[in-house]
């Protein structure tokens, strides 16, 4: 069955219900004191126990951070963030001791992931999908774990790897996105808590979907997570995210880093449908989604591919990168980015061509409604050996009302006469004439908008495992609920 | 160069006026400037471009020169020569109802005509080099149309230089319904040692109606600067079509600013650069739509050899409101080196709804397979290349609809194509 | 016997110009009626109205469909009561595709009817019946609506619906616009099948052509916003000896949309 049928159905379905992950859970929690000095990244460090090398990369992140300046340049405004009025760290009590198997996973956890439709036990779990569960600043649950070693793929919280795969995480941390990169990924440097590890060994085809579950429940603190994937020589693997956040009235801090590495070969397929809180319909609260996100395809013929779907968040910056450095490396970037009510998102790519015969393709489709501003940032560089390297874009604006904003900044740079850069950008209102006919054969506004929305979309979702694009379809027709009539 | 030194130099070289309301503009532009200087390349629309080559020549002020101009371009023209930036002739027989002069005499003789409108542009008022040009210019031309006004010959006005700095400052008035057509046209002499600059401001104001056609030929000698800003404002049907040539200079930035304030206001800019050696071009537009009902086209096209480097900034802005807006760009370019270099920037900053916007831009080689084929039907290489480079632009040039000046832009390019 | 359709002195505006001026016309249950006119005369308006697209302002007159006030529903209630517009020009739905929008159009309207919704198989099923009769291709269901299709491809597609959504009452624009006279046939004859006692059909046309195939019970002429003349079958046939020259006469030349 074809996803819009879906959207439309479910759309109907859930009238009325706007943001269904806005409960909080109640539990009790162990929180670093507030506010954020180098005694607060001791303090990170020590609770993980980790090795005295990372600790002093941490400082070295927290000392370069406090000579850094917030970026500016982003078609975004919010206030001041005073980064003294945050939890850097907070984890549940139970964690403590750190669970042994799912089994000693506090029930109120699992109760929290299956409300929020990631059941935790395995038996209840969606086959051929592994799911690492971030809540806050600590990974609460792994599963599928057995499985996956049994093919040698290592899936676990990123705290674990550093003690664990010691040699795997100290040479490809802060490889791809180094310490010093950009204020945020700097400041996650210093302070992040955990997120996943991903190892994918030679020739594996990993034999599931993973998946990385974020969730944002504490008061007044950030997230702070670290992504870090590795697929070695001639393997594959297909990874999800999704992220939710209780509703409520402060904003809240969101600064990720996710990097992947790719060798000779290799593919990762890396999918987001990020749903953070994105603030009631008069801009009060929301998540700041600030993440830095790269991927470097260092060997030949790797093949990076960002999907995203962006329908949360009061503030999004955030740009997923693939350095093309192996010849014939390709990258990829699929984005749909929805905003409503005040929210704003500044997102796009960035291609960097290196090698030769490198290509990489961009299709960022944004929708803005309500009083939003939707900006589509990209720069596709190719440098003066990317020697027969192509790039296609592709950015589609679709403005729903008339008080939104829609922009396109694109930064094309062509070093080599023999690499092909190709650009297309289109800005036009949702059509009358479309909304109209589907009205005709029946469909109310929602269901015609969602529908509309999501052919404008195709391209993007169909790009999406099953499992998420179901998800997705219905998200795009929430989110845009109110916007019509 | 600290604030402080361009202040003395700013005080040597300002021009003495009688004129308070002149006095208090040139001055405010000479603090603005020396509050600012020169843009470095962390502001974002000088991303590109380094003008450190211009900082040692920008108060070398040229006193003018005596020049035997060369021939017109156009036949039956409306002719003005300036030799390294004062005005040595002008027309004397003009039609009813148009006034073509220098700035120097117009603020001499007829100062009132100019109040108002000269440094009138906001969206340039503040800008670092449109600012240094207020301040230092001594002459440029002024054209101005009553309305209803059509003027059947071409306006060439010749701006040749040799030497120093000039800082040429354009006005055109057209009243309501008034039309005409006109060459800006920038010259290196033959036997210069050509290390000049040129920052020239052409400032154009269109009331309802008018009709304007420009073209601006850059010639500029190799080693020299060009920096020249346009600013137009365009009232309800008034129409401006821009053609810029990019031919000359080693560093030549062309910026356009436009403000389509009156519903039916419509701009089509277009422009062509050629580069090799180590030329750098830069075009930089923003086009903004602040009411509704108004249309744009941006359509540039470049061929860069050698290690030349091309640049295109093109924005374009949709006011909150502005309903019923069509905006269209198109930035193609050809390298045909290894060492060429281009950068693309189309923008689009969109308030309002009801629009039809769209940018392209496309950087490549030239087409292997089609010159494969011309040559297999019998066409020597050099000549392929030619007519494949020539294709590449040729849709460009055909936004120029006047035979006369068609006929001189694809001399020009022919010639630069040849050499 | 309630009359399917009843328009009562119908005035209508466009962006503030009154297309329709004392527009009056009955249709029974069961009846093909077409309405004929020059350019200008307030066909397509007509059909808007019956619709209720926006920007279509009623200014005064009432129509009555199966005794209920028509004014009173949106634009897919209507759809859900049973009344199909056949587009003049079909609206491009880019990545929708045909059956989706298939598929989610009947559930709608059935769902608005109180009935039960078909799930894929049914609907397949359903969807097979119809597709093979209009020489329509799988590919052409699989491709965004109306998509990249021929002007004959987009009218059998504007068929298909009606037939799948079997409204009770048919208005079709300007159907033949387009359609060379091999498509004009395939058309019509779907049209043809559809005719039952219960289900009456509006043809909008300017030429007579159309009604060769779709034979009407009733013809009447649209000019300057009103039914100039009505008669039968032969009407159109007299139309196409003498052309509207005699209907022309202060039209606004404003044929809305």
Known sequence: MSYTTETADQVSSIAGEKYKYGFVTDIEMDLAPMGLNEDIVRFISAKKDEPEWLLQWRLRAYERWLTMEEPKWAKVQYPEIDFQDAYYYAAPKSKEDGPKSLDEVDPELLRTYEKLGIPLLEQQMLAGVAVDAVFDSVSVATTFRKELAKVGVIFCPISEAVKDYPELVQKYLGSVVPYSDNFYATLNSAVFTDGSFCYIPKGVRCPMELSTYFRINQANSGQFERTLIIADEGSYVSYLEGCTAPQRDENQLHAAVVELILLDDAEIKYSTVQNWYPGDADGKGGIYNFVTKRAACRGRNSKVSWTQVETGSAVTWKYPSCILQGDNSVGEFYSVAITNNLQQADTGTKMIHIGENTSSTIIAKGISAGRSQSTYRGLVRMQPGAKGARNYTQCDSLLIGDKCGAHTVPYIENRNRTAQIEHEATTAKISEDQLFYCRQRGLTDEEALSMIVNGFCKQVLQELPMEFAVEAQKLVGISLEGSVG | ?419 | MTNMLEIKDLHAEVGGTEILKGLNLTIGEGEVHAIMGPNGAGKSTLSYVLSGRDGYEVTSGSISYRGQDLFELAIEERAAAGIFLGFQYPVELPGVSSTTFLKTALNAILRQRGEDELDAMQFMKRLRTHTKALNISDDMLRRGVNVGFSGGEKKRNEILQMALLEPSFAVLDETDSGLDIDALKVVAEGVNALRAPDRSILVITHYQRLLDYIVPDFVHVLANGKIARSGGKELALELEENGYGEYASGTSGIEAA
């Open chain 2, 1 to 419: 160069m600290t604030s402080e030194n361009y202040q003395a130099q700013l005080a040597e070289n300002v021009p003495q006026t009688d004129l308070p309301w002149l006095a208090d503009m040139r001055q405010g532009a000479a603090d603005r400037f020396a509050s600012t200087g020169l843009p470095d390349r962390k502001v974002e629309a000088w991303r590109y471009t380094n003008l450190k080559p211009i900082r040692a020549h920008l108060f070398d002020l040229s006193l003018g020169q005596s020049v035997n101009p060369p021939p017109a371009l156009l036949a039956d023209s409306l002719r003005l020569v300036f030799a390294d930036g004062q005005l040595v002739s002008c027309p004397d027989n003009l039609p009813a109802g148009v006034r073509l002069d220098g700035m120097a005499r117009t603020l001499a003789e007829d100062p009132g005509v100019l109040n108002g409108h000269l440094h009138g542009i906001q969206a340039i008022r503040d800008l670092p080099l449109p600012a240094l040009n207020n301040a230092l210019s001594r002459d440029g031309y002024v054209l101005i149309l009553e309305p209803g006004v059509k003027v059947a010959e071409p306006i060439e006005i010749l701006f040749l230089s040799a030497t120093g700095a000039t800082y040429p400052r354009n006005l055109i008035l057209a009243g309501a319904g008034a039309q005409a057509s006109i060459v800006e046209h920038y010259l290196g002499t033959d036997d210069c040692d050509g290390d000049y600059l040129v920052n020239s401001v052409t400032e154009v104001y269109a009331a309802t109606g008018a009709r304007l056609k420009r073209y601006k030929i850059q010639q500029d000698n190799p080693a020299t600067s060009h920096i020249a800003t346009l600013a137009g404002q365009l009232a309800a049907d008034a129409v401006l079509e821009n053609f810029d040539l990019n031919l000359g200079a080693k560093l030549a930035r062309s910026e356009i600013h436009m403000a389509l304030q009156g519903k039916g206001a419509d701009v089509s800019l277009s422009g062509v650069y050629l580069l090799r050696d180590k030329q750098h071009c830069d075009n930089a537009i923003l086009m903004d739509h602040v009411v509704g009902g108004t249309n744009s086209h941006q359509d540039y096209r470049g061929i860069l050899d050698d290690k030349a480097h091309g640049v295109f900034q093109g924005k374009i802005t949709v006011q909150p409101d502005a309903q019923g807006i069509e905006g269209h760009q198109l930035n193609r370019t050809l390298l045909l080196s290894d060492r060429a270099e281009m950068d693309s920037k189309p923008e689009l900053e969109i308030r309002a709804d009801d629009v039809k916007c769209s940018h392209g831009a496309t950087i490549g080689e030239l087409d292997e397979t089609g010159l494969f084929y011309l040559r297999t039907r019998g066409i020597p290489e050099a000549e392929a290349r030619q007519l494949l480079m020539t294709a590449f632009i040729v849709e460009t040039l055909g936004h120029i609809d006047d035979d006369a000046i068609r006929g001189v832009m694809d001399a020009l390019v022919s010639d630069w194509m040849a050499a």
